[in-house]
């Protein structure tokens, strides 16, 4: 094992989408450990946004990855919504189907966006440095 693997902190990651594929597809996409110093991760899958705003406000979760496309609440407005609402809020990213889609993820306060169809070379970067910048935020933002 490197130094950086026995020092990376363990993650939550939570992925909503309506759909079981695309969440199979980011689990697979990402995998345990999407960079040797971050992780293992731990993953919570939701297919309604009940259960994404129930978790998130239970604690614990260090990363949302939301589907802007699911139904019937889409990940931009639960993204917004946990913005406005929570004040240690996790780390957020938005799955958009079209690059056009980005000034939603704008509007909506992601932290960052990853087209879909997921592509398995560039989201596990995306997570890393995400949960990187996560360690990193101030324990309240109140």
């Known amino acids: 094992m490197t130094p950086a693997a026995d020092t990376a902190t363990p993650a939550s990651v939570l992925v909503y989408s309506h759909r079981p594929e695309i969440r199979d597809a980011v689990r ?36 949302c990855i939301l589907d802007g496309e699911a139904q019937p609440t889409g990940g931009l407005a639960i993204a917004r919504q946990l913005e406005q609402e929570v004040a240690d809020r996790p780390a957020m990213c938005v799955l958009i189907a079209r690059q056009a889609d980005r000034w ?4 909506s306060r992601a932290d960052a966006t990853l087209p879909l ?17 996560q360690a990193q935020r101030p324990v309240s933002r109140r």
Do not use: N, S
Request: proline share 9%; aromatic share 4%; net charge negative.
């Open 117 to 133: 169809p997921i592509d398995p070379l560039t989201a596990p970067g995306v997570v890393a440095d995400l949960l990187r910048a």
């Open 104 to 107: 939603l993820a704008h509007w």
């Open 28 to 63: 697979t996409a990402v995998g345990r450990r999407p960079a040797a110093d971050v992780g293992p991760l731990t993953w919570i899958e939701c297919e309604k946004g009940d259960q994404v705003i129930a978790a998130v406000d239970a604690g614990g979760v260090d990363l």
